[in-house]
Each structure stands twice: as C-alpha cells, then as structure tokens.
C-alpha cells in the first residue's frame, strides 16, 4: 500500500506532461482560415507543401502554426491627394482583398502577416495619389470618377500581383473638394445645363419655324399648280357637269341657261 503513491506519482507526471503535449501540438483552423507551418527544426516556413486546411492538426509542440484568414477581406481608406492644379482632394476608397492560398508560406516568408500594412495600403495611396494627379477637381467632381476607380485599381494590381496577394477591386466611394471650389463647379454645372436647355429651345423653335414656312410654301405651290391648270373651257366643262346633276336631282329649281358669267347658267332652287 505504501508503494502506490510512489508508483501512481511518476505515471500522473507522464499523463500531466502528454496533456501538455498534445495541447501544445493540437491546431484548430477554422473556417476561412488556413495555416502556416513553421518547422523549428527544419527548412523553417514551409512553402512546398499546401498550408494546413480548415479542421483540427496535430503538429509536433517544437513546431508552430501561423492562421491567415483566406476570405475576401475589406479596408476603408481615407487619402489626402492632389488635383492636377494642386488642390487638396480628400478621396474615401475602400478595397477588397485576400491573400493567394496556394502561395500563403511564401507570403509569410517574405511579407508576413502585416501585408495589408506592408503592401496593399502603401501601393494603393500610390496608385491613388498618381491617377488623381492626372485630372481636375471638375474632372473628378463629376464624369471622371468611374476612370478614376478603374485606374487605380489598375495600377494597385499590377503591382500587388507579384506579392502573392489578390486585388478583387477597388471602390471610390466619395471625392470631397475643398467648398469654394465644389461650390463653384456647381454654379458652373447649373449655368451650363441652362445654357443648354436655352439652346434646344431656339433649335426647337427654329425648326417649327422652318416646319411653317415648308408647310406654307407647299400650300402656296399647290394653289399655284392648281390655277394655272384651270381653263376657261375646264370650268365651263365643270359647270356643265354641275348643271346636269342639279337637272337630275328631284329638288325643284329653275335653271336659266346662258344667264351667268361666262355664259355659265345660274340655278335657281326652291331655297
């Protein structure tokens, strides 16, 4: 009996050590997460292997486990930038991000976990500061924007591309100029869409006029053709039709023959 205690101590160390053990080398990733291994005593970052998947690992306690979250990520930015005339435009961006799974302990090698930091922000404040220099405050005020957003994420992938990290896209989600000049743009905007609307009012009004004076000639054209074409002899043919069909009619009335002008008769009917 008193052997028991000095036999059950050395096995209650050895469970208390492997528990330890296993703790230290039990990994949990989780969803949309992926590991980095680093191999104390061996190659160190291990990069020609896929990093450690969503689920529990066991790895050896020497060893560690670095997590990068996989999914697409989003920072917001706000950046001091320039015009092209040298004033001050404050430009709210946001960008849409992940690191490139399959070159993840490279990432970790030669960038770390800092990337966003280290990498993305500083190129994208670039990329920005460059594109906005290309263009005025109106420019960028109003029809320019899509461009501006096109560009700069042109120029931020092309670069973050080789760091083995992924640029889905970049959004300008607002472009704040100093208040004299938005005010001014504004007033300009608003003068040159009166301008505008002044200017389709004369084209509309000129071209009814046109349309009238078209019209008008046409009639008197049509007046003209029409008198030159009536003979003496046509209007008494027409007149003698005329006469034949007030004959027929059951209408009473007196026809005098020969008494109008032109020898044409006059009618006299019943009214």
């Known amino acids: 009996m008193e052997k028991l205690p000095k036999i059950g101590l050395p096995i209650l160390i050895v469970i208390i050590f492997l528990i330890i053990v296993i703790a230290k080398s ?3 990733i989780d969803s949309g997460e992926a590991g980095v291994l680093f191999r104390t005593f061996g190659e160190g970052v291990v990069i020609d292997e896929p ?4 689920g529990f690992h066991i790895v050896a306690p020497w060893n560690k486990v670095y997590v990068y979250e996989v999914r697409r990520q989003e920072i917001f930015e706000k950046m001091k930038v320039l015009s092209s005339n040298g ?5 709210d961006a946001s960008i849409w991000y992940q690191p490139d799974q399959a070159n993840l302990g490279r990432l970790h090698q030669e960038i770390g976990e800092n990337y966003l930091n280290r990498i993305i922000l500083p190129t994208m404040r670039s990329a920005a500061r460059s594109v906005v220099g290309r263009y ?25 591309d080789n760091q083995f990290i992924m640029i889905d896209e970049i959004l300008v989600r607002d472009v704040t100029l100093p208040p004299t000049i938005k005010d001014a743009i504004e007033r300009k905007l608003k003068q040159e869409q009166e301008s505008l609307e002044y200017e ?33 002899k046509i209007l008494q043919d027409k007149g003698i039709e005329a006469t034949n069909k007030l004959a027929e009619s059951p ?15 006059i009618i006299l009917g019943n009214q």
């Open 251 to 265: 209408n009473s009335k007196v026809v005098i023959i020969g008494s109008g002008e032109s020898g044409m008769p």
């Open 87 to 91: 004033l001050d435009i404050q430009l």
């Open 26 to 28: 039990a990994v949990t």
């Open 51 to 54: 990093p450690l998947a969503e």
């Open 200 to 232: 389709f009012r004369l084209v509309t009004a000129e071209k009814e006029a046109e349309r009238q004076i078209i019209e008008a000639k046409g009639k008197a054209d049509a007046n003209r053709i029409l008198s030159a074409s009536l003979t003496d």
């Open 136 to 160: 005025t405050p109106e420019q960028l005020y109003s029809s320019k924007r899509d461009a501006i957003q096109a560009e700069i994420f042109e120029e931020t992938k092309k670069i973050v």
